[in-house]
């Protein structure tokens, strides 16, 4: 990737601890483009090593606002599902209020840029409840006044949820199964896709920075060789 900002950027990333934000984690502390990140967590975790451009801080996702440093991008990869949650109003907790909560509250520590997970299907006039709380949340977010804006929709996300001491998800486990021997025949933009995909897509929008809301499909982010 070319460099494209000539001022190394602070970079705030919520959502650490699972598929696509360890992997976006990865990628942030390697980029030249960023002097910092910080990283937002509910609880310390072993999976964070320490790094020196490294800063976690603890925060209660309901309220982030007074505990964020100022900030150039911030990246958000939070995400439960219902089973996990417990409940409906759980689940709508987490993926639409912590979402936006964070991202208003970047948005007052002077970030410009903002980049967030969604999903596949994502409509705020859906009837299933899973697909109109992703879109819920892609409206309130883009209601903002970030400068730019970026949201993935990935399908459903291959990785290794055991490191991450996540436990596995019955389709997911399926879909990987069938990928390695079928994955061809499946159309793109609904076959399941490795979570590093979504973040490798993710960062080079945002440091393109180009203005308004751009929405990157599953079809979009998937790699060339799926196996």
């Known amino acids: 990737m070319k460099d494209k900002i000539a001022t190394p950027r602070t970079a705030l990333l919520a959502g650490a601890t ?14 030249r483009q960023y002097q910092r990140v910080h990283v937002l967590l ?3 975790s072993p999976d964070i090593k320490p790094n020196a451009k490294l800063a ?15 900030v150039d991008d911030v990246f958000i990869a939070l995400g439960t599902t219902i089973k996990v ?7 709508r907790q987490v ?18 840029r903002l980049a967030v997970v969604s999903a596949l299907g994502a409509d705020a006039r859906s009837r299933i409840f899973y697909n109109r ?5 892609e409206a309130a977010i883009a209601q903002l006044g970030y400068e730019s804006v970026v949201i993935a929709r ?31 025949m499946v159309p793109k933009g609904v076959r399941p896709i490795p979570a590093r995909a979504v973040a490798s897509a993710l960062l080079p929008a945002i440091l ?15 790699p060339r060789h799926p196996r």
């Open 18 to 31: 699972g598929l696509v934000g360890r992997a976006l984690l990865s990628m942030l502390l390697d980029s």
């Open 42 to 44: 509910r609880r310390t």
């Open 56 to 70: 976690v801080r603890l925060v209660d996702f309901a309220r982030p606002a007074a505990t964020l440093p100022t």
């Open 85 to 91: 949650a417990g409940s409906e109003a759980a689940f």
């Open 95 to 112: 993926d639409f209020e912590f979402v936006v909560n964070t991202a208003r509250a970047a948005k007052a520590a002077g970030a410009t």
């Open 133 to 137: 709380v992703k879109g819920e949340m």
């Open 154 to 184: 990935p399908s459903m996300l291959l990785g290794d949820r055991a490191a991450l001491g996540q436990p596995a998800r019955s389709g997911e486990v399926w879909a990987a199964r069938l990928l390695e021997p079928l994955g061809w």
């Open 208 to 222: 393109d920075a180009k203005p308004g809301v751009r929405v990157l499909t599953s079809g979009a982010m998937q």
